[in-house]
């Protein structure tokens, strides 16, 4: 590794990712960051490593969780959040990372804080925390757990994937921060950000060491990359796991179809910022804070409900209205149905009710501008059959079963709309896709059949089953 001298006020960090070896890229100088200060305030456990390479990693993490809650802090509405941004109650005050929390290739958040891991692989030493994607990522379950704790235990596949399509979008956003990534993307794409780019490639350095054990899991240049194709289907229609090429309801597979649209909704938003003129760094950096803006407004109105996608682009399209004037609503419309997340007559009807027309009307409700917004979206309790599984009655889970605002869909593969499943139906169908991936810890009492075997081949058990004196319950444990 190059030594690099730093004064005092400057740390040698990583922009966006080591790169997958053997990488070319060299650390940058930074502004040392501000560690447990308020608001959401964060830290990294232990001192500063001695060594050089443990340093870049300390700093790297740190810098990388005090840019994204830099981008994400004054961004909480302030009718929730009267003091100001806060972690979830559960995190307490300050969220701490934890960069050497045992070997695996993974990482997670668990109410607690984060976790990082570590593992050689192929003459390689892996460090999770040493990649500001992953580390925004997991700061972006954090910040997402303080705005919308109920999505924490929604039994929803989509509801889960756009919980990491949230640490996917957090990363990208949180790149377009730093001005020395923002050239380098000007650069490899033309102003295109649509096209894959450093940006749009997520932790690099991890999928090539997933590649190198499980050579379908990841995608071919990095882990997941935002740039994509992919179009979006009912996850109750599709298999829980899939080569990496393909989409599953796994929610990090099924959320790159959130994330490809969001990153097609910021290319969109970058040249509507640059006019008829050159994409330039200013382009960037407003784009990348306009749509932090409505990211945040979306996700905290949008209700619980079973067809959660299309609610949020729903949302984002309103948010637009009304931050915004309506600049980028085409940018958003052209987005969201290029990946089918909403049927072009859906994309069409929410702009026909949010331009103020008293005769307008979008599904039940009128959305004329000032109309107040529903808040704290909430799952209800719903049984499953808990006989597939092993256990000696149901198991009570959070399904989302709100009435959605806007009457908008997703798009069917012909034409048209896709009929909603659901939410009860929904809910179902995540917990057997949970236990039929291995991802439920049950206890002792319990464990028969196929799923007495979960997690003895190391798969994180994401969930587990509890009793809370009720019965029987799903409890999430961690997003990883
Ligand atoms: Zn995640």
Redesign the pocket.
């Known amino acids: 590794m190059t030594t690099v001298h730093e004064a005092s006020d400057e740390v040698s960090v990583w922009e966006d990712d080591p790169g997958a070896p053997p990488s070319t890229r060299t650390p940058v100088l930074r502004a040392r960051p501000a560690l447990r200060t308020a608001p959401l305030a964060v830290d990294v456990q232990g001192a500063v490593p001695p060594d050089a390479e443990g340093a870049v990693r300390y700093w790297t993490a740190a810098e990388a969780l005090g840019r994204t809650v830099a981008l994400y802090a004054p961004l909480f509405p302030a009718d929730e959040f009267p003091n100001g941004a806060a972690w979830n109650p559960a995190v307490g005050d300050v969220l701490v990372a934890d960069l050497n929390a045992g070997v695996d290739l993974n990482a997670y958040y668990d109410r607690g804080g984060l976790a990082f891991f570590r593992q050689h692989v192929s003459g390689v030493t892996v460090w999770s925390g040493e990649s500001p994607d992953i580390v925004s990522?997991?700061t972006g379950?954090a910040v997402l757990d303080a705005l919308c704790p109920w999505m924490w235990d929604a039994a929803s596949a989509e509801i889960a994937a756009f919980?990491?399509s949230f640490?996917d979008m957090t990363a990208v956003l949180a790149g377009l921060r730093l001005a020395t990534l923002r050239e380098q993307v000007i650069g490899e794409t033309g102003g295109e950000l649509s096209r894959s780019s450093r940006l749009s490639r997520l932790a690099e350095q991890l999928g090539w060491a997933v590649r190198q054990l499980a050579p379908s899991s990841a995608d071919p240049d990095c882990l997941r990359n935002a740039s994509n194709e992919l179009f979006y289907r009912d996850p109750v229609t599709l298999p829980p796991s899939a080569p990496a090429s393909q989409l599953s309801s796994e929610p990090?597979s099924f959320s790159r179809v959130f994330t490809g649209a969001f990153l097609r909704s910021l290319a969109g938003m970058v040249h509507t910022v640059a006019g008829t003129g050159q994409v330039d760094d200013e382009a960037l950096l407003t784009a990348g804070q306009d749509a932090a803006t409505l990211l945040v407004t979306a996700v905290t109105d949008t209700a619980a409900v079973p067809s959660y996608y299309a609610q949020v682009a729903a949302h984002l399209i309103e948010a637009d209205q009304e931050k915004f004037g309506g600049k980028y609503a085409a940018a958003l419309q052209a987005a969201f149905v290029r990946h089918g997340i909403l049927s072009p007559a859906s994309a069409e009807a929410i702009i026909d009710g949010a331009t103020g027309d008293d005769d307008e009307k979008v599904g039940e409700r009128s959305i004329a501008p000032g109309a107040p917004h529903p808040r704290g979206a909430s799952t209800s309790e719903v049984a499953v059959s808990g006989r597939p599984y092993g256990l000696p009655e149901d198991l009570t889970v959070h399904a989302p079963v709100e009435a959605p605002r806007f009457s908008v869909a997703p798009a069917a593969l012909s034409r048209g709309e896709l009929v909603t499943t659901p939410g009860e139906d929904v809910a179902a169908a995540f917990v057997e896709d949970l236990f039929r991936q291995g991802r439920v810890a049950v206890p002792r009492e319990y464990q028969r059949g196929f799923a007495a075997a979960s997690g003895v081949d190391g798969t994180l058990r994401t969930h587990e089953v509890a009793n809370n004196g009720a019965g029987l319950v799903l409890v999430r444990r961690v997003?990883?």
Do not use: C, I, S
Request: charged share 35%; hydrophobic share 10%.
């Open positions: 990522h997991e379950h919980h990491e640490g990090h997003f990883d």
